[in-house]
């Protein structure tokens, strides 16, 4: 049942005869109570749970297979479902950073060596796909190559899973979504835009308190731009001319830099939205000033903002992580033009949870890495 709507659910109810409030109780235990199975749906007669098995009818709740903690106190999810895949999801408490963008590292706030809850919001980093297809260079998810689509049921599952291991929900608390994990949503778009409602209207998360990254899929972006409910936009750009950005990303060869910018340009925001752009800044390939004057000019006049990130090392990955002092000069110049820009703090980096680090670890941390 996790990824049916309203209507489907009604429909359900209708087929097997019962009446349509019923629907109503299936969406609640579901996506507010979190149930795991249908046992556990208390408000169902005692036959209406026996007929709903008998119809094979399950929750479909996702398994959290392992759970590894960080001293920042960030949590990093390896969520199973039910053929045995499995993905990654992040629970960061105060977010990531990258609002703040303060620079501070991981770890250093009072509120994270408590282990008592004293965040005051918190932000779920969330998987589409099985692996992912994009193939970005610095990127360890890309080494496994794309195992399958997620369905909206598990896109949401990871959301529902995190949540009730948490002991949270929104709205009553201040939470996060972000679909930055594992995978490219916009190669997802349907399951993905289909989780989106599911998570507004039924899990309770204000659309506006997400936000989707894609690596530039130009023909969704302009799709996204016509949803009626959607997250706000990020735009993973990661180089400041074609060379370089095919590069490191070689989808850039399909939608290069032009066509990109054009769909960002035309991307019709909200009041008081912008668009932000996530650069990843490898040492010696796309940090030096030369290139943050780049991406100001292709960012001229545009409602954008930049978060930058140094490179997360990980085994496998030819690119090295480049200093502080370079970071922060890529990120005055961006200010000089004008351009708000923010430097991420990296999270969870002790247990591979930051960004581009997704990967099952646990599962190849043995093998060697080709
Ligand atoms: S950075 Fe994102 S889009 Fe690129 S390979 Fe990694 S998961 Fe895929």
Redesign the pocket.
Known sequence: MLGLNRPELSQLMEEMGEAPFRAQQLLDAVYRQKVESVDQISTLSQELRAKLAEKNVSVGFPRIDKRFVSQDGTVRYLIEFSDGQSVETVWMPEGDGGESGDGTEAGESSAMRSTARQWDRATICISS?V??????Q?????LLGVKRNLTAGEIVGQVCAVLKDQKVSPPQDRINLVF?????PFLNYDNFIKAVRLLVEEVGVAESRMTV???GIVPRIHDFGQEPVRPKLAI?LNASNDRQRTEL?P?NRKWNLEKLMAAAREFPLRNRERITFEY?LLHGVNDSSDNAREVAELLRGMRAKVNLIALNPGPGIRFSTPEEERVAAFQQTLIKAGIPAFVRRPRGRDIYAA??Q?KRTVEIASAPVS
């Open positions: 796909q692996g992912c297809a994009v193939d970005c610095f990127c360890l998810t890309a930055m994990g594992m995978g490219e990254s894609t690596a993973s990303m989808l990843v960004c581009g997704l």
